[in-house]
């Protein structure tokens, strides 16, 4: 069975950090990253890492947010810094295998002063 557990959302104030963790099992992807879901917003890509290391960042988190792959323990983090009010959402970290993709169950992340 597949499975993929996030943690480490919260309540942020802006210009801080915060560092999501998401631990798989069940199978070990190709990719892996992070996607967000802002209210009223479409689902959107944050950061992906394939598992040559290839990472793919979304214009908005570039230079801010730092996606690293553990693929020894099957785990990814996403370390942001510097959020601002517009990285309110829920993270969902997912993993992608022969082109069928898998989801953990979202972490909320609100950043507010």
């Known amino acids: 069975q597949v499975q993929l557990v996030e943690s480490g959302g919260g309540l942020v104030q802006p210009g801080g950090s915060l560092r999501l963790s998401c631990a798989a099992s069940?199978?070990?992807?190709?990719?892996m990253g992070w996607y967000r879901q802002a209210p009223g917003k479409q689902r959107e890509l944050v950061a992906d890492?394939?598992?040559?290391?290839?990472?793919n960042y979304a214009g908005s988190v570039k230079g801010r947010f730092t996606v690293s792959r553990d693929s020894a323990k099957n785990t990814i983090t996403l370390q942001m810094n510097s959020l601002k009010p517009e990285d309110t959402a829920v993270y969902y970290c997912?993993?992608?295998?022969?082109?069928?993709?898998?989801w953990g169950q979202g972490t909320q992340v609100t950043v507010s002063s």
């Open positions: 069940g199978s070990i992807f190709s990719h």
């Open positions: 997912y993993g992608s295998v022969t082109n069928i993709a898998y």
């Open positions: 890492i394939n598992i040559g290391g290839t990472i």
